[in-house]
Nanobody, 113 residues
Framework: QVQLVESGGGLVQAGGSLRLSCVASGSIFIMGWYRQAPGKQRELVAQIISGGSTNYADSVKGRFTISTVNAKNTVFLQMNSLKPEDTAVYYC??????????WGQGTQVTVSS
């Protein structure tokens, strides 16, 4: 089981920025971020696959950027131009080569209008 440690959530005004970080133990194939707002299903925000290809939710394209420091198994989510609808608990996730997925404990992001 991969252990994930997240940091970087908080409260920010609309239009502001936050950066989330997640450090994983072990060898990772895919790292990414999901989010879950109250009363809604958990949804993919962004993910990055070993080798560098990325996927983003349409709602965050152009505003969020996912990046990694592979040697340190660390993934970042730079969130710019934040909107109130970005408010959610953000979860780091990692998938290893055999397909097993692990989740972080979640970090709250709150965007005030």
């Amino acid at each position: 089981q991969v252990q994930l440690v997240e940091s970087g959530g908080g409260l920010v005004q609309a239009g502001g920025s936050l950066r989330l970080s997640c450090v994983a133990s072990g060898s990772i194939f895919i790292m990414g971020w999901y989010r879950q707002a109250p009363g809604k299903q958990r949804e993919l925000v962004a993910q990055i696959i070993s080798g560098g290809s990325t996927n983003y939710a349409d709602s965050v394209k152009g505003r969020f950027t996912i990046s990694t420091v592979n040697a340190k198994n660390t993934v970042f989510l730079q969130m710019n131009s934040l909107k109130p609808e970005d408010t959610a608990v953000y979860y780091c996730t990692a998938v290893v080569v055999n397909g097993l997925r692990s989740w972080g404990q979640g970090t709250q992001v709150t965007v005030s209008s």
